[in-house]
């Protein structure tokens, strides 16, 4: 609208410059030229990597590849699928190449396909490990969706297979890369409402299907706090910016509930950090959605409501005498994250959630087990 009319003031103007001396079919060849030089035209793209998506399941088709076809640092080249049918669909959507579509037996001959630079996990949990060590072996940079695996030595192995092959491995933290969690983080760091006391962080929902893998220890590694309570550990370390030194947990699942037959349903733990900071945190699977991280400091208080949704978070700012809330603008989560890691190969850098990141994250889970199944504090190295 704005475009279209700032050309017609632009013609208007043009045309009573130049009076009636040209004929038209003049007039009309430098009036393009003159409107093509005001209209701003974006750079061509410059070199993206390719990225082959393992696993079409919900996240893949409904967040990251709509994702990926924004980047401008990346873009789909292969997928990896156990269903053809769906596979060549998706396909045709994305400009894909038939012969780049592998199914999990002949997933390695990636290898052999230098379109492909980056490997993008996106399987059950349980699967996370096998799928990055073999993208490793074939030679590619490997992108793992939360969590990192679902067990200490899987993420341990995962980091020496990228290590071998001396290729990069980051771990989908998405939270890290979209500005209102980054703004908690600076609000945290800078002290504007003094010095942080105490971290609250919730996650949950009403999962459904009782069939679906989340709910399958094997595949899912744990219940909620595998899949969501992830997020609230990882607020309360990037919140809090230190790593936990204690942690106490308790577990409830509610009786012959036919969706936790393996895993557990809800788990509250707290945190200690070496600074004093006490943090307490939330993860369900049997509550309405719920995701809010609040930061309780000593001239005020800041929170995120809701914290990990894709799309709408909220940040409020208290004070101590009135409550505001900044004006952030959003940017998608996926888009800025796949960004990051493709600008972290092409620049050889860290990038900022590495393996050594989920691994942390794994070590700290592991002990929120322990803790609920035992009753006792169990200290973190
Ligand atoms: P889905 O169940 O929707 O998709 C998983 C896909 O994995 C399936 O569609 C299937 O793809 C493939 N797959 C291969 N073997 C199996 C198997 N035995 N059982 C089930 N699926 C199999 O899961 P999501 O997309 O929700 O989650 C995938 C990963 O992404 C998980 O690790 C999860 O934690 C993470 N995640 C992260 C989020 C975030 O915000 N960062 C949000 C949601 C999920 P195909 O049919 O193509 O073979």
Redesign the pocket.
């Known amino acids: 609208m704005f475009d279209s009319a700032k050309k017609e003031i632009t013609r208007r103007g043009f045309m009573t410059k130049l009076g009636g001396g040209l004929v038209a079919a003049n007039l009309a060849g430098v009036f393009l030229k003159d409107a093509a030089a005001e209209v701003r035209v974006p750079d061509p793209p410059g070199k993206k990597l390719g990225y082959a998506i393992v696993?079409?399941?919900?996240?893949?088709i409904w967040?990251i590849l709509p994702a990926i076809a924004k980047c401008e640092k990346s873009k789909v080249v292969a997928l990896v699928?156990?269903?053809p049918d769906?596979?060549n669909k998706i396909a045709l959507r994305y400009g894909v190449d038939p012969k780049n579509i592998y199914n999990?037996e002949n997933y390695d001959t990636i290898k052999d396909n230098p379109e492909v630079d980056v490997i993008y996990v996106?399987?059950?949990?349980s699967?996370?490990a096998e799928y990055t060590i073999r993208g490793f072996k074939a030679g590619k940079h490997v992108f793992c969706?939360?969590?990192m695996a679902t067990s200490v030595a899987d993420c341990q192995a995962m980091i020496d297979a990228g290590n071998k092959a001396g290729k990069k491995l980051m771990i989908?933290y998405?939270c890290r890369y979209e500005p209102y969690n980054q703004a908690m983080i600076e609000m945290a760091r800078s002290q504007k409402l003094g010095p942080v006391k105490i971290i609250q962080t919730d996650a949950g929902f009403n999962i459904a299907d009782p069939t679906?893998?989340r709910l399958n220890k094997a595949?899912a590694g744990g219940g909620s706090l595998m899949?969501i309570g992830i997020y609230a550990l990882q607020a309360c370390r990037y919140l809090s910016g230190e790593e936990p030194t204690e942690v106490n947990a308790m577990e409830y699942t509610t009786p012959n509930d036919p969706r936790f037959k393996e895993v557990e349903e809800s788990i509250n733990f707290q945190l200690r950090f070496p600074s004093g900071v006490l943090a307490n945190a939330t993860s369900s699977y049997g509550c309405e959605y719920r995701s809010h991280f609040r930061v309780l400091a000593t001239k005020g208080y800041f929170e995120l409501d809701p914290a990990m949704s894709y799309t709408a978070l909220r940040m409020r700012v208290y004070d101590g005498h009135e409550l505001s809330e900044p004006n952030i603008s959003p940017r998608d989560h996926f888009l800025s994250e796949l960004e990051h890691f493709s600008q972290c190969v092409m620049e050889d850098k860290q990038p900022l959630t590495p393996g050594e990141e989920g691994l942390r994250d794994m070590k700290i889970l592991m002990a929120i087990y322990e803790a609920a199944r035992t009753g006792k504090t169990i200290k973190l190295a």
Request: net charge positive; no cysteine.
């Open positions: 696993g079409l399941g919900n996240l893949a967040q699928s156990g269903h769906k596979a999990y996106v399987l059950p949990n699967m996370h969706e939360k969590p989908g998405r679906q893998w595949m899949d």
